[in-house]
């Protein structure tokens, strides 16, 4: 199913990218790479993890993504969500024997596959960041982000409300898109049983704009529960991909394709990440 799944992305890309001619869309590519533009856009991004062990246990996690800027004057006020529906793959018997005292895999967005596969919508987030509307060479944005216990089971997410803060600052010289995305929630109600919830993200995005839209990425997120032992805190991805963006029309499409490896993990956490994003951009 992972293999499959993974040549329909691919296809889907290489079709999309060699029949829709573009004209040179350099300013429009660099606008959509910025976090905290002044741009609404539409992302579907989806991840396929593979656990990479004996079983090659699979998790798939739909991330929609809407983002959209309101003008208060001197500040842009972006409102961004991330709507995750997810497929956990269940592990067997023989699988849950071998992973002993730890049932869950943990794949750094706070969902744990079990015995039965389950399907649902995971914990809603919502950032709100407040950037200038006229900003220098440094972007930045500063604000809340929160965490809603919107999740369908158990295994899709934790039945805690969360919040905390979030940062993005950035720089576009030339043909580069370069800067960071860092945030830290913590739980502040919900049911007592769940576990307390501490959650670190660190998201930094390289990307290099070219002729006609083409572009090369690398966006990986560092991710660390702090609940959890120390050898088993952080995920750590490396990798990075390639992107374009055309026209239908006179519609804007942005497209990515990126594939990540997991150089630091907990023990049961996935080894890789294939994804693919379809970014819908509606320009003011």
Known sequence: MNKTMLVMQVCILLVMLAIMPAKAQEDLAKKSQ??????????????LYIEGGTSNQIANVLLVKPV??????????????????IYLEGADSKDLRRRRRDRRVDLGIGVFPGTDSEFGL?????????????????????????????????????????????????TMPGPWVVGCLVQNIWDFAGESDDPDVNKFSFQYFLNYN????????????????????????????????????????????????????NAVKPRNGPKWNFQFTVKFLFPK
């Open 122 to 170: 995971g914990n809603i987030q919502y950032q709100a960041f407040f950037s200038p509307a006229e900003p220098g060479k440094a972007i930045w944005g500063l604000g809340p982000a929160f965490e809603f216990p919107t999740n369908t089971d158990s295994a899709l997410g934790t039945d805690k409300w969360s919040m905390g803060p979030a940062f993005v600052v950035l």
């Open 210 to 261: 070219m002729k006609n839209g083409w572009y090369l990425t690398s966006s990986p997120t560092l991710t660390a529960n702090w609940e959890s032992d120390g050898s088993e805190q952080w995920t750590v991805p490396v990798g990075g991909g390639i992107g374009r963006l055309v026209r239908f029309g006179k519609q804007p499409v942005d497209f990515k394709l990126a594939s990540y490896w």
């Open 34 to 47: 910025n976090p905290v533009g002044s741009l609404i856009s539409l992302p579907f991004e989806n991840n």
């Open 68 to 85: 959209y800027p309101v003008n208060l004057g001197k500040f842009n006020l972006i409102n961004r969500l991330i709507v995750p529906v």
